[in-house]
């Protein structure tokens, strides 16, 4: 009843007065909100990486108090080359640079500090990681993003407006020199104590006012209208709580950010789960290091993660509906750890041969309903390899079978489900049944799918898979299927 109500609510505030009647020949409407079309091609990219690089490197720190001097950053053999390629060979699509973390050294000669790399050993002042970065980026095929800490401990009048001034200047910089930048990472750690031109004191400030963070979002995307924007709360797209690379089984793209802000305490649930009625659409991001740390430290040369807990990540991030940002930091040379290197290219490998064969190409697939009897709607769209057909139901159904004939002695490990999320993220629940022995027996089930669902089963010998979505905020609309 209460799911019915809400249903024809819901239908209601999305269609216009007079379309209410349902037609089941044409495309399901929207259920609102929609991802961007920026958002959307990020959800694509799926894998992320993250580059943290400055004098935290060369103090052994994860934060840098703000007082180290730019004479310590003199990477020897810095090669951003060598990031973007081993980035681009195992799968990432991106590479976001930490351009100044909080200790407030930038990577690029900025103009408007002494506190940068034009004051370092580094190729005698005249060199520019930021610089180097992109133009690797770009010759790897990778998309370039921006991390510019709002937080700086360096800065004498952190805390005061001539400071937000100054971080605004920095984004013009950046954005002007660097661009395109396709997305911007505003870190929600802010305040505390910190050198801050030498008074070494403690200093807080309003995190919800402060930056006033509406103006410097209009002023950067003046300069790049699509670019994203990573923080606590968006608006491009949100943390997922935790750095541990584990985005909410159940994980809606969808919240209402009316009253969070970047660094709001204890909302790391929320933010993990996102809500179903959310006003927005903020997916979430999984931002996690490869290391126990953010930066390098040779002492943690020894706890890289190993192949199968990235893989074990893979899952509950992308597998979850997120995009994964897997940080990879480099080392005192200013290369990628070798290390880490080997660890990446066994991740690869792993991804590559548990998703090699999937099992539902040309299986035959059907459903116990499908939208209008159109065939531009039916179960075959499933497994087309096509991400823009998809399999949907008439207005009034909210729940569906589909059922999958595989090749004889199939082994099954991995079931994937995509929604079609242009039109809203939906399915509130399923569950999936494999033929066996005779009989349909459950062996898993799931809440949410949003842009990509990744189920991990016990390898079982399969003749028929039978996926039962029990749940939907309106009529179903999946794009794929994929077994594995
Ligand atoms: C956090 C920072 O404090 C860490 O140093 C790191 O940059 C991580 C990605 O975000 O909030």
């Known amino acids: 009843m209460c799911a019915l109500l809400n249903r024809s609510l819901l ?3 999305m269609l216009p007065l007079g379309l209410m009647a349902q037609n089941n020949t044409k495309a399901p409407a929207a259920v609102l909100p929609v991802p961007s079309s920026a958002q959307l091609k990020w959800h694509e990219m799926e894998m992320n990486a993250f580059v943290h690089f400055t004098t935290n490197t060369f103090t052994d720190k994860e934060w840098g108090y703000g007082d180290e001097q730019p004479s310590i950053f003199n990477p020897t053999q810095a090669d951003a080359g060598q990031w973007a390629r081993t980035l681009k060979e195992t799968g990432f699509k991106t590479m976001i640079l930490t351009c100044k973390h909080h200790d407030g050294f930038c990577l690029w000669p900025s103009k408007y500090t002494e506190h940068s790399v034009k004051n370092s050993p580094y190729k005698n002042g005249k060199g520019d990681i930021v610089r180097d970065a992109r133009d690797a980026a770009k010759k790897y095929g990778l998309q370039f993003g921006v991390y510019l800490s709002p937080w700086d401990r360096n800065r004498a009048d952190y805390g005061q407006p001539s400071y937000v001034e100054y971080y605004r200047n920095q984004l013009k910089e950046l954005f002007t020199t660097y661009g395109p930048v396709f997305e911007m990472w505003f ?21 919800a006012t402060y930056y006033d963070w509406p103006t410097t979002l209009d002023m950067v995307r003046k300069m790049e209208p699509n670019v994203i924007f990573f923080s606590d709360a968006g608006p491009g797209v949100r943390w997922v709580g935790n750095e541990r690379g584990v985005a909410g089984e159940t994980n809606w793209n969808t919240i209402t950010t009316d009253t969070l802000y970047a660094g709001k305490p204890n909302i790391e649930k929320l933010l993990n789960t996102g809500s179903p009625d959310g006003t ?7 931002d996690v290091s490869i290391r126990p ?25 992308v597998g979850r509906g997120s995009t994964l940002l897997l940080n990879v930091p480099p080392d005192r ?10 660890s990446l290219y066994g991740f690869a490998t792993l991804v590559k041969q548990r998703f090699s064969k999937n099992l539902a190409v040309k299986a035959p697939v059907k459903a ?3 939208r209008g009897n159109q065939t531009a709607f039916a179960a075959r769209n499933l497994t087309d390899g096509n991400k823009e057909t998809y399999w949907t139901t008439n207005d009034d159904i909210t729940t569906g079978q589909l059922e999958v004939t595989l090749p004889a002695n199939s082994t099954v490990s991995y079931i994937v489900l995509q929604e079609y999320i242009k039109l809203g993220q939906r399915v509130q629940s399923f569950t999936i049944e494999a033929w066996q022995d005779g009989t349909w027996k459950k062996i898993t089930d799931g809440t949410t799918i949003g842009y990509k669902r990744i189920l991990k089963i016990d390898p079982v010998s399969i003749g028929k898979i039978r996926i039962n979505i029990t749940g939907s905020k ?9 077994i594995y």
């Open 11 to 13: 239908l209601a505030s």
């Open 187 to 207: 870190d929600g750690a802010n305040g505390g104590d910190g050198y801050y031109g030498g008074a070494k004191e403690k200093r807080s400030i309003k995190g």
């Open 293 to 317: 740390g953010w930066f390098y430290h040779a002492k943690e040369d020894k706890e890289v993660k190993t192949p199968e807990q990235l893989f074990d990540i893979y899952l509950t991030s």
């Open 474 to 482: 309106a009529c179903p609309v999946i794009s794929n299927l994929a």
């Open 333 to 342: 040379r200013g290369l990628f750890h070798e290390n880490d290197v080997k």
């Open 280 to 286: 927005k659409w903020v997916p979430a991001e999984v």
């Open 368 to 370: 116990d309903s499908y």
